[in-house]
């Protein structure tokens, strides 16, 4: 019997239990949706979702229920402004609000929050075309308003890109993105499987987040050139980071065939023990 309890210390010291870390990482860095979230109902949703709602607008509410920001506690008030607490005044402008945003105004609209892609867009030549006169794409021609999902690079296909110019120039930005998307993917396997086992990884997944979202933002600024060039710098970057993993991978391994060593090793002695006794009793 207490040879079985001692193994039992063995195995549960050596299989970490570090789950909270975990917890505070995704909430704050929202790699997944807050834990149990749930938008409060807003007056804003409440009377949008309405009979009085006029049939053209009311898919919007349900359109954004389904969406990334809806997961993330982005509401209507978060964007077009105005007061989510007070029906009566919740549209005016002395609240805040804004309204709906015209063709050319939207990547401000959108940018109060996503600032780095804002500066990567008005410097491309997409943000460009666009101030000087409609041509360029803004934010939702690509990623919609209000349904908005993950971004990743299938945004970028034939029917959206081809539809002001070839899709040639638009083809050759998504294999120079492909290969660190591919890579980035394969980390997150095997980050996921790592902690799977309970070992504690926030760290490379931290380091994972920053690299991914700096790369991303990258795509805004379309110059071929430039992404084709810092994809250097990031699969190296990438590389460090697969690099400790797969040091923590062969640890986890080896603290495996440890703890297996042990319990062989106190099974013989077990048995040793029970021949002794045995041949003492007869
Ligand atoms: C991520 C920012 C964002 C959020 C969140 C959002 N909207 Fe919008 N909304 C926009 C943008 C941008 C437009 C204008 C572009 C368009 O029409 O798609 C718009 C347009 C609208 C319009 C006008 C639609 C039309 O056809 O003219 C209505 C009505 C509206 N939003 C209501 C809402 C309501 C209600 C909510 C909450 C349930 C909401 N929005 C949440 C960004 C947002
Ligand atoms: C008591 C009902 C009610 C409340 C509360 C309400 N709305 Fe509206 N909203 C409407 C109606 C009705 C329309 C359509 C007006 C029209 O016919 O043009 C509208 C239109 C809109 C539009 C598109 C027209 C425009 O002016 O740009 C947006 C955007 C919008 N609402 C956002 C909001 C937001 C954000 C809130 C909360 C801060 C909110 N609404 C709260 C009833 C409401
Ligand atoms: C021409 C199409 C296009 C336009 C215009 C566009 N985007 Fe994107 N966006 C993409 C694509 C494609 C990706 C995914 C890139 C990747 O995965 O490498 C993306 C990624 C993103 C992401 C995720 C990046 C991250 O770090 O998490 C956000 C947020 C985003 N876009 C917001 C915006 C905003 C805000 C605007 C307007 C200022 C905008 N986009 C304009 C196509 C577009
Ligand atoms: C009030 C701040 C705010 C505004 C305004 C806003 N967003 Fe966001 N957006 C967020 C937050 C928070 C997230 C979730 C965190 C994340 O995924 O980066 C998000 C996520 C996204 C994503 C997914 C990013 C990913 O991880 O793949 C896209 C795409 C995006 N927003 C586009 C837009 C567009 C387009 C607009 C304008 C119509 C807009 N956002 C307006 C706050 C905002
Ligand atoms: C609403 C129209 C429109 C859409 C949709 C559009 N573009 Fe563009 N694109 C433009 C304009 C305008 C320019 C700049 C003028 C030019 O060089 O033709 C441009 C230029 C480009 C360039 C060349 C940039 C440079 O600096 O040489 C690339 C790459 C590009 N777009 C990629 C894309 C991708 C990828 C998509 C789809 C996700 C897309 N575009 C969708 C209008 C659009």
């Known amino acids: 019997m207490r040879y079985i309890l001692l193994l039992a210390a063995i195995h549960i010291l050596s299989s970490p239990a570090l789950a909270d870390f975990r917890e505070v990482f995704e909430r704050e860095f929202l790699l997944k949706p807050w834990a149990g979230a749930e938008v409060e109902e807003s007056v804003c949703v409440e009377c949008h979702t309405s009979e009085i709602m006029k049939p053209e607008y009311r898919h919007v509410a349900e359109e954004w229920k389904l969406s990334w920001h809806y997961q993330n506690r982005v509401s209507c008030h978060d964007c077009h402004g105005g007061d989510p607490e007070d029906a009566a005044m919740s549209m005016s402008p002395q609240r805040g609000f804004l309204g709906t945003p015209g063709y050319t ?56 890109c081809s539809r002001c110019h070839s899709y040639e120039r638009a083809k ?90 042990i319990m062989l090793l106190f099974a013989g002695m077990a048995v040793v023990v029970f021949l002794l006794s045995k041949t003492y009793m007869d």
Do not use: W
Not at 134 to 150: E, M
Not at 176 to 200: C, H, M, P, Q, T
Not at 210 to 225: C, G, K, M, Q
């Open 172 to 261: 050759s930005m998504k294999q120079a993105l492909f290969l660190v998307e591919k890579k980035i993917e394969n980390i997150e396997k095997d980050l996921e499987d790592l902690r799977a086992s309970g070992v504690y990884t926030e760290d490379e997944r931290k380091a994972l987040f920053r690299t991914h979202a700096e790369f991303r933002a990258l795509f805004h600024t379309i110059d071929v050139s430039l992404v084709k060039n810092r994809t250097d710098e990031f699969t190296k970057k990438l590389d460090v980071i697969q690099e400790r993993i797969e040091e923590t991978s062969s640890e986890l391994a080896f603290r495996r065939n440890f703890s297996a060593f």
């Open 105 to 160: 105004a939207v990547p401000e609209f959108c940018g109060k929050c996503h600032v780095g892609i804002l500066r990567n867009y008005l410097e491309s030549g997409h943000g460009k075309a666009l101030k000087a006169g409609k041509r360029g794409p803004n934010c939702v021609t690509c990623h919609g308003s209000h349904g908005i999902s993950k971004a990743s690079i299938e945004i970028i296909n034939d029917r959206l």
